[in-house]
């Protein structure tokens, strides 16, 4: 039986080489990296090195990277130092769930039929508040890969004096992320596992030198921004896999992932007549495709998809398991088609044969739940 096909790399990316070797090999350091002593400091030099490369991939100074658990940790932090400062907090209909439920009180800004935030009404709501404010709007959404016109948008902020506030978890590998911290947001946020390295580490970057506060407090690490002891070999997998993501990007990777996600939609065109490509027309990531099928769950598309040996998803796969309608969708008036879209998203290291094999098994679905459904009940 051949193994499962991975469809699914916007919940979480395979493991890069590179961050599986750095990872490993910090797991043999025995010194916290907090001690003073020479076993102390061999870890310490191995969390600020990966300091560095995450700065320098960023174009930011080493001082504006803090480490955290991961991207949901970093957003809650800079919403949490934001609202303690009474600001305002602005958010896009389409966030992660780790930005809308951070605090009590988020005011939502509308997007457009195209998934990405009405620039006017931002605009509008920024205007008719004089209060300091932080707009919160994500590099590209985790559901369609709709990408935010993120420069716009903080040129909004700019003649507001408000706050940027960037959730980029899906951004590394996909879009160059030395954009992400130029784009003069104050606050950026990473994910390890979403750039293929180890679950449990991120990054808050503060490009400006903004200061949020602590979350965690306690022995202060992180410059006393997130206490705890650094999970250093997560963090070194962290930098090692989003130096490795930016390399392949840089070489072609993301290209040929845009040529495997039309292959897709071409063969859902040709194949599906009657399932609806969301946000087709709107700039995307290259690797993800949300597809939207009238009338079908998504709950019973995932789960035929799974048996038939390809692993996608449907909406956010944060929520703890569940399959639920669509936040996103929903925002963007698709309606009843909120509840019955599933999420294809290739991974970095996707089979030139995943299109064929995704189509076959999504068109054989189609087909058993078609025959289903002019079947005679039994008497």
Request: hydrophobic letters at 50%; charged letters at 20%.
């Amino acid at each position: 039986m051949s193994a499962p096909l991975d469809l699914d790399a916007n919940a979480t990316e395979p493991l890069r080489p590179e961050a599986r070797r750095a990872a490993i090999g910090a797991l043999d350091l025995v010194g916290n990296p907090s001690s003073v002593h020479a076993l102390g400091r061999a870890a310490r030099r191995v969390l600020e090195d990966a300091r560095e490369r995450v700065a320098a991939l960023l174009g930011v100074a080493p001082a504006a990277v803090f480490f955290t658990s991961g991207a949901t940790e970093a957003n809650a932090i800079a919403l949490a130092g934001a609202a303690r400062e009474g600001r305002r907090i602005l958010a896009s209909t389409v966030e992660h769930d780790s930005v809308l439920r951070a605090v009590a009180g988020i005011e939502v800004v509308p997007v457009t039929a195209a998934g990405m935030i009405d620039v006017d009404a931002l605009s509008s709501a920024l205007a008719a508040d004089p209060r300091p404010a932080l707009v919160a709007v994500m590099a590209a959404n985790n559901e369609t890969g709709v990408i935010q016109p993120l420069a716009e948008v903080a040129a909004i902020c700019r003649a507001f004096g408000a706050l940027l506030h960037v959730d980029s978890a899906q951004a590394p590998g996909r879009l160059p992320v030395a954009e992400l911290a130029g784009c003069g947001a104050a606050s950026v946020v990473l994910s390890a596992h979403k750039a293929g390295g180890p679950k449990g580490a991120g990054a808050l970057v503060l490009p400006t030198g903004w200061w949020p506060g602590a979350l965690i407090r306690g022995g202060g690490q992180e410059r006393g921004l997130r206490s705890g002891t650094e999970a250093l070999p997560a963090i070194a997998g962290f930098a090692a896999a989003l130096e490795a993501a930016e390399a392949w990007r840089a070489a072609g990777g993301a290209e040929r992932l845009i040529s495997l996600r039309r292959a897709i939609e071409l063969g859902v065109r040709e194949r599906v007549r009657q399932a609806v490509i969301v946000a087709e027309h709107a700039p995307r990531l290259p690797n993800t495709v949300c597809l939207a099928l009238p009338g079908v769950a998504a709950a019973t598309q995932v789960m035929a998809l799974d048996l038939a040996g390809v692993c996608v998803s449907a909406g956010s796969a944060c929520s703890s398991g569940k399959v639920a309608e669509s936040h996103v969708l929903r925002a963007m008036g698709l309606g009843a088609l909120a509840n019955s879209a599933i999420r294809v998203s290739l991974p970095w290291n996707v089979s030139d044969d995943a299109p064929t094999r995704f189509l076959d098994a999504y068109a054989a679905m189609v087909a058993r739940l078609a025959q289903r459904a002019v079947e005679p009940i039994p008497a």
